[in-house]
Nanobody
């Protein structure tokens, strides 16, 4: 199972962007993302990794970091087997590599999860 992020881009201050997290690999069909906790993380240059949000549970419960609460939203596209990170009112401090991760140890799971499968990340750059 592999995770693949897409959607990163250069965007202006105050702009919006949606990132997508999908699966690939032979095992992907056995682990539909709708059944597992998925987290979105980011890491800016010279800084540690920060969890920006997570989605879990059979009824899709979402949690968010204080730094993005009210500006970011996570959703599932179950038909496309993806988890989306909708970002709005972007700020220069949101500039980072954004990575998704999935916890496949528990059906529906919880957040924070036991994230053992990670994507490679996608770059988001916000210009002032």
């Amino acid at each position: 199972l592999r995770l693949v992020e897409s959607g990163g881009d250069l965007v202006q201050l105050g702009g919006s962007l949606t990132l997508s997290c999908g699966t690939s690999g032979v095992a992907a069909k056995h682990y539909p993302l709708k059944n597992y906790a998925v987290g979105w993380f980011r890491q800016a240059p010279g800084k540690g990794r920060e969890e920006v949000g997570c989605i879990f549970g059979s009824h899709d419960v979402m949690t968010y970091a204080n730094s993005v609460e009210g500006r970011f939203a996570i959703s599932r596209n179950k038909a496309k087997n993806t988890v989306l990170l909708h970002m709005s009112d972007l700020k220069p401090e949101d500039t980072a590599v954004y990575t998704c991760a999935v916890d496949i140890t528990t059906i529906y799971g919880a957040c924070p999860g036991n994230f053992g499968t990670w994507g490679q990340g996608t770059q988001v750059t916000v210009s002032a």
